[in-house]
């Protein structure tokens, strides 16, 4: 006999537990960067839409289809396509996907709690010499943070859903929140700051391309943490009687604000650093901005503050981001603790170790894919670049597969388990939600424009990052 199904214990639990999912990286330095690259308040306008009229919606229906089966991915395609072979595919790729993507963000998140250690130490200003990073990701000390943070996300996660992952954001979200907001205030009373703000939030309509659209969209995406299989599988532990809409809704709107305000936190900092700044010659990599130029500006504020305070500003920020990705890790190295549990019949505790263990192994690897070995640093040659075990990693499962596996979800959402199975989970606990507005958008969106768009920013990406064109070359 298998143990009853946990669930989060309450409402504003699922809803903190979510969204420590999808406040991540993503949130706190991709979006910025992002944004200052594209048109400031036109590439918030862009993305907020995306975010609401195209993001929403799959993530309803993934929380629906955990929440019908009670199942993680693998076992919701299978029990609601009535045990069809060929929908397994997609379930089977919203296991190994998370599994992939948990193992190159936590060789990210490694180096995070790496400099976090080091401003502690008193080592801020060795942190912004160039040299220092490419030393730090290639000394062994990488190793030793990576077992404490695999020991700190599965120690939550052996807890279980109500005692461990609940437990953890209600806990760490209002520490985050709070954190970030002090951290803005105090940035915004600095020298120039106002400058910051003016490039983040007037819109550049000008600068919105193809591209930058395809970008906001994939930003979104994975800043809502889908296609992850992360929301089937949170889905599958929401009581019947809590709102999914209402719930996604909140999820969304927490994870663009947080986003949003970590732009004006970045942004004014910047300015203050240099107010001379050309945004545009900044790099287009979130870790380049962590781990490059996040520390040189922290330091600057020494001029005002003193080294402590600089030191402290800089350990509020990384430690911020620390937190944010570990609430991402749990939730996604919980995916396929779902699926050995509820496929397999294993324990919680026999999944966590099965799973710590291929991934530790995973991480290694993506870990010494930077010089330390060189098969492993020039693994492959794709689009006519040499890329690393780290990068493949990235590009295939990050910049690829989730488009298409949010497109699948839409699909066998409408077509195969059928509109009015999704609505009849949508209404439960929202009887609100029968006959309104929104239901009729979803289900009309959810068949049509939708799948269309996560196509074709998946095609789009295959091509740009497999054969360096894009569709707007072969127009
Ligand atoms: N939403 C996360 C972010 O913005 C993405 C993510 C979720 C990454 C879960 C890893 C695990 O960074």
């Known amino acids: ?119 502690f130490k008193g080592n801020l200003t060795g942190l912004t010499t160039e040299a220092y990073f490419g030393a730090f990701i290639n000394s062994n000390a990488v190793f030793v943070y990576l077992i404490a943070l695999m020991i700190i996300i599965n120690g939550v996660l052996a807890m279980g859903v109500k005692d461990g992952i609940e437990r953890a954001a209600k806990t760490l979200m209002p520490i985050l929140f709070v954190m970030l907001l002090i951290l803005v205030l105090f940035v915004l009373t600095r020298e120039n700051a106002v400058l910051g703000l003016k490039y983040y939030l007037i819109p550049d309509f000008a600068k919105i391309s193809p591209e930058v659209v395809s970008k906001a969209m994939a930003q979104a995406f994975f800043s809502l943490s889908l296609g992850m299989g992360i929301m089937i599988t949170y889905g599958s532990y929401m009581k019947k009687r809590d709102s999914i809409p209402g719930s996604a809704k909140a999820v969304a709107l927490t994870d663009t604000l947080v986003a949003f305000t970590a732009g004006l936190l970045i942004l004014p900092s910047i300015f203050h650093f240099n107010p001379q700044i050309d945004p545009a010659t900044l790099s287009d990599s979130s870790a380049g901005m962590i781990f490059l130029f996040l520390p040189k500006i922290f330091l600057s504020l020494q001029d ?51 799973i710590a263990a291929v991934q530790l192994v995973l991480a290694i690897a993506c870990a010494m894919s930077f010089g330390m070995s060189g098969p492993l640093t020039e693994l492959i040659s794709i689009g006519g670049a040499n890329k690393s075990f780290f990068d493949l990693v990235e590009i295939l499962f990050y910049d690829t597969i989730l488009p298409l596996n949010g497109f699948l979800v839409c699909i066998f959402v409408i077509y195969k388990w059928k509109k009015a199975n999704l609505d009849r989970e949508l209404q439960e606990g929202d009887s609100s939600f029968a006959g309104s507005l929104s239901q009729k958008y979803v289900n009309f969106a959810l068949g049509t424009f939708i799948p269309a768009i996560l196509l074709l920013v998946f095609i789009n990406t295959v091509l740009l990052k497999f054969f360096n064109t894009s569709l707007l070359n072969l127009i």
Request: net charge positive.
């Open 1 to 119: 006999m298998s143990a009853p199904r946990e669930h989060f214990g309450s409402r504003i639990g699922f809803i903190l537990a979510a969204a420590g999912s999808a406040v991540g990286i993503g949130n706190l330095v991709s979006f910025p960067v992002a944004a200052t690259k594209s048109g400031g308040g036109a590439f918030l306008l862009v993305y907020a839409l995306f975010v609401f009229l195209i993001c929403l919606p799959v993530m309803m229906a993934e929380l629906a289809l955990g929440r019908k089966s009670d199942k993680d991915p693998v076992g919701a395609y299978r029990q609601l396509s009535g045990g069809s072979r060929l929908w397994r595919i997609p379930g089977w790729m919203a296991l190994i996907t998370p599994f992939m993507i948990a193992v190159f963000y936590m060789v990210v998140t490694v180096w995070v709690l790496g400099y976090l250690v080091e401003i």
């Open 304 to 354: 005002s503050i003193g080294y402590i305070g600089a030191s402290i500003v800089a350990a509020t920020f990384f430690f911020l981001v620390l937190v944010a990705a570990l609430t991402s890790l749990v939730s996604i190295i919980e995916v396929p603790v779902a699926t050995l549990r509820d496929e397999r019949g294993m324990s919680r505790k026999k999944a966590i170790y099965a």
